[in-house]
Structure formats: structure tokens, C-alpha cells
């Protein structure tokens, strides 16, 4: 008994150090990392914030990031709230929230001491998967909480409220 509680542990600290780890490879722009430390191969992504996304598949999700979200996008930084772990039998299941500040390389030249573009406070859900030996998040939900923006304008291409 001792032993389960003891590797349980271990396992979560293993899934709260690959979630922050997602966010610090986002927030840094090394895209090209997420999908081998964080993702499962057939991880499954939905996005609710700013407009529905899905992703089959940790590639599918690597080219979004790397083709659509890098080229317009001049940072963002997550800032993660408390999580916690919730286990059904042998899955884990991560819950967090995450406050998302966005810049826009299309207001770059405003400097980069500019108030975020848009502000947005997120609900996330991972379910983790153990995959040769490592906890990566095999699906992730992510959805808005209280309204998509929480400051500022809503995301190019989307209406103003």
C-alpha cells in the first residue's frame, strides 16, 4: 500500500513538471519541442479559446503552432493557477486554469513594454497516459472561463463583442 501511495506521488509530480513544461516551450516559441517532452503520438487537442481547434495527433498540433500560430503571435505568457490530479483507476487527470496574455506581431512596432493584445483565463483538462515510461498528456481539453476575452480586443478575426 505504501508503496502505490509513494508511486503515485511520483507519478504526479512527473505530470505537473511535463504540464509546465508545455507552457514554458510555448511561452519560449520552441514549438518543435512540445510534441516529443509533452505530447503522446496520438494525443488528442481541443481548443475552445479563441475559436474551436481539435488536433489528431501530436504532429497535427506541432504544424499548427509552427505554420498559423508562430507567424503571427510575438509572445504569450501563461500563468498557471493551481492544479490538481484526479485518478480513476490507473489514468490521471490534470486540472488546471491558466490566465493567457497575448502579443501580436501586428502591434510590434507599439514597443515591446505594451499592454497584452488580449487577455484570456482558460479551463484545462489533460487526461495522461504513460508512455514508455514517461506521463505525457494523451488528451486536452481546453475551454474559457467567464467569456473568451478577459482584457482587451477580441483575437484577429474574431468579432468585437
Known amino acids: 500500500m505504501l508503496e502505490e501511495r509513494v508511486a503515485r506521488l ?3 509530480g512527473e505530470i505537473n513538471r511535463t504540464f509546465f513544461r508545455f507552457f514554458e516551450l510555448v511561452d ?5 519541442l512540445i510534441a516529443p517532452e509533452c505530447l503522446a ?10 475559436a474551436p481547434h481539435r488536433f ?3 504532429d497535427a498540433f506541432t504544424r499548427y503552432m509552427i505554420d498559423k500560430v508562430a507567424p503571427r503571435s510575438q509572445r504569450v505568457a501563461h500563468v498557471l493557477g493551481h492544479t490538481v490530479v484526479e485518478w480513476h483507476g490507473d489514468r490521471a487527470r ?11 506581431q501586428r502591434h510590434a512596432e507599439l514597443g515591446d513594454l ?6 484570456t483565463v482558460g479551463h484545462v483538462e489533460d487526461d495522461f497516459a504513460l508512455v514508455d515510461g514517461r506521463w505525457l498528456i494523451a488528451r486536452r481539453v481546453v475551454t474559457p472561463v467567464a467569456g473568451l476575452v478577459a482584457a482587451g ?3 484577429p478575426g474574431l468579432p468585437e463583442p
Open 94 to 104: 490534470l486540472k488546471a486554469r491558466a490566465t493567457v496574455w497575448h502579443w501580436y
Open 153 to 155: 480586443s477580441p483575437p
Open 10 to 12: 511520483e507519478a504526479e
Open 114 to 119: 505594451r499592454p497584452a493584445d488580449w487577455t
Open 41 to 50: 503520438p496520438d494525443a488528442q487537442i481541443e481548443y475552445h479559446v479563441p
Open 56 to 58: 489528431d495527433g501530436r
Open 28 to 32: 519560449s516559441r520552441r514549438y518543435e
